[in-house]
């Protein structure tokens, strides 16, 4: 059984914030996935579902960011979980937008939300770092985070959404690789050639294929002792 936990505050004042990526991410799986509706548990909004045999239970901490460790304390004793069943989805100022990375363990980095979970659970759980890019001053990180998307950064952010959710069955599996795949496909898919280079390949094809034979059995046979 897993816990994935996205990081947030509650309420339609932050629903679209940089901050609440965490939140989203999850909103995405359980609509992708048909998970069970969002109820109130843990000091949270649980919604649980499954890939498969394997059991996830969605978390949305309602405590704000900077009490987050609460409620995934409160639900990993209930369901009698380890850190190591913990993936928390959170936003991250040193990605790049749209960027994606998996890392098990290490600082909380100054934010809040991991600083409350390590208080809590300690640091050995899962997270899933989700750029949103860096305002470029210190001072200006708090503001920047407690924006709202730009509109010209929907695209990016429905992509990445997309992704995650498509890779969640693979990380609820311990799969990492597949799951980063997933969102790859999403964020940069293959491009497609252009015409003029289909054709060109086709072309290249059809010269290298050897030219039908037309000729008789009888010329064929005459031609052989020339």
Not at 1 to 20: D, E, I, S, T, W
Not at 38 to 48: D, I, M, N, T, Y
Not at 104 to 114: F, S, T, V, Y
């Amino acid at each position: 059984m897993q816990l994935f936990v996205g990081l947030g505050n509650p309420g339609a004042k932050y629903a679209q914030n940089r901050h609440n990526i965490g939140f989203m991410a999850l909103d995405e799986i359980a609509s992708a996935h048909g998970f069970g509706p969002w109820k109130s548990r843990f000091q949270a909004s649980v919604s649980e579902g499954r890939f498969g045999s394997d059991k996830v239970v969605l978390i949305k901490p309602e405590t704000f960011m900077n009490l987050s460790g609460q409620s995934v304390g409160e639900a990993m004793r209930f369901y009698k979980l380890t850190p190591d069943d913990v993936t928390v989805f959170h936003d991250e100022l040193d990605l790049a937008p749209g960027k994606c990375r998996v890392k098990l363990g290490g600082g909380h980095a100054g934010h809040n939300g991991l600083r409350s979970i390590h208080a809590h659970i300690g640091p050995d759980y899962h997270r899933i770092r989700l750029g949103i890019g860096h305002p470029g001053h210190k001072d200006a990180v708090a503001r920047y985070v407690l924006n709202d998307f730009a509109k010209a950064e929907a695209g990016w952010l429905d992509d990445l959404l997309r992704g995650i959710a498509d890779g969640a069955p693979d990380l609820a599996r311990g799969d990492s690789s597949r799951f980063m795949n997933a969102v790859a496909l999403r964020v940069n898919p293959p491009r497609e050639k252009p015409a003029k280079a289909k054709q060109a390949e086709k072309t290249d094809a059809a010269a290298q294929e050897p030219a039908e034979d037309t000729r008789s059995a009888m010329q064929k046979l005459m031609d052989k002792f020339k």
